[in-house]
C-alpha cells in the first residue's frame, strides 16, 4: 500500500509501530482504518514519557487524552485526527471504555522513573500496558470474548520490552525488574551508558522465560500477534540473551512469511 494511500493513522502507525502495522495486514482491510485508530491512540499515550520534560506535564497530557476519551465517549465529535478515527471505531465495534482508562493509567508507571520491582511486577505492567489494547483490537479484528488475549498480549509486551533495553538505556529508562539486576551486579548508571555486566543476559533469561508457551488462538489476528512475540522471543534467545548484540538491531529474517505461515 503506496504511503499516499494512507490515512493519517495508517501513515503514524506504519512509521511508529510498525509490528502492529504488518499484523493489521492479516485483517480485512474494511477493518484495518479501526484498528489503525486503536494503535495510533496507544502511540500517543505511550509516547508521553518521550515528550515531556517533567513528570507533572505527563500527568496533565495524560488528562488531556482522559478528557477527550471522555468527550467520544459522551458523543462529542472531536477534531484531532486520531480521535476522529477512534470515535468511529468506539461506536463501530461498541467497545469498552474501561479498556481505555486501564491504559492511560497504565502509562503513568512511566513517569515515575522507578523499575519493576520483580519479575511479577514486570509482568503485571506488561499486563496493563498491552491487554487492554488487545482486546480492544481482537474485537475489531472478529474476535469473541471467549479467546486467551491476556497470555499472548503478555508475552508480546514481554518481547518488545527486552528487545527495547537497549533503546530504553540510552534514554536512561529501564524495565527490567530491580531485584534481579541488583542480583547480577548490574548499576544502572553503567546501563545507561551502555556497559552491562556479564550476569545481565541471565536476568533478561528469566524475564523471557515469563513468557506462556503454546496458546492456542482462534482469531486470525490474535493467532499471528502471538506469532510475532514468538519470533522476537526466539531471536533474543539466538543472541543468547544478550539484548546489546548489533544482532537485535536488525529484523529477523523472513518475518511476514514466519508469520503467514
Known amino acids: 500500500m503506496a504511503k499516499a494511500e ?25 477493518r484495518r482504518e479501526d ?11 505511550a509516547k ?17 487524552w482522559r478528557e477527550r476519551i471522555e468527550e467520544v465517549y459522551a458523543g462529542q465529535m472531536a477534531e484531532h485526527e486520531v480521535l476522529k478515527a477512534l470515535g468511529r471505531a468506539i461506536e463501530r465495534y461498541d467497545l469498552p471504555r474501561a479498556h481505555f482508562e ?6 503513568e508507571f512511566d513517569l515515575e522513573d522507578v523499575l519493576p520491582g520483580n519479575v511479577e511486577g514486570l509482568v503485571n505492567y506488561a499486563d496493563f500496558t498491552a491487554t487492554p489494547l488487545m482486546k480492544l483490537a481482537v474485537r475489531v479484528a472478529g474476535g ?5 488475549v491476556q497470555p ?3 508475552n508480546y509486551a514481554l518481547a518488545g520490552i527486552l528487545r527495547s533495553v537497549a533503546f530504553h538505556a540510552s534514554h536512561r529508562r529501564c524495565y ?17 551508558e551502555g556497559k552491562p555486566v556479564d550476569g545481565l543476559p541471565e536476568v533478561v533469561r528469566e524475564v523471557a522465560g515469563q513468557a506462556v ?14 506469532r510475532l512475540a514468538d519470533i522476537y522471543l526466539t531471536q533474543v534467545k539466538g543472541c543468547g540473551y544478550d539484548v546489546f548484540s548489533p544482532k537485535m538491531l536488525a529484523p529477523p529474517a523472513f518475518r511476514a512469511l514466519r508469520i503467514l505461515f
Open 176 to 192: 527490567l525488574p530491580e531485584d534481579l539486576l541488583k542480583e547480577a551486579g548490574q548499576r544502572l548508571d553503567r546501563l545507561y
Open 102 to 107: 486501564t491504559l492511560l493509567h497504565a502509562r
Open 213 to 226: 508457551e503454546g496458546v492456542r488462538c482462534g482469531n486470525a489476528f490474535l493467532r499471528k500477534s502471538g
Open 152 to 154: 499472548v498480549a503478555v
Open 144 to 148: 469473541g470474548e471467549d479467546e486467551p
Open 48 to 64: 508521553t514519557r518521550e515528550v515531556v520534560s517533567e513528570t507533572q506535564l505527563g500527568l496533565i497530557r495524560l488528562q488531556w
Open 35 to 45: 484498528l489503525w485508530a486503536l494503535f495510533a491512540f496507544n502511540h500517543e499515550i
Open 6 to 30: 494512507l490515512s493519517y493513522c495508517g501513515q503514524l502507525v506504519r512509521e511508529c509501530d510498525p509490528d502492529r502495522f504488518l499484523l493489521s495486514m492479516f485483517v480485512p482491510a474494511a
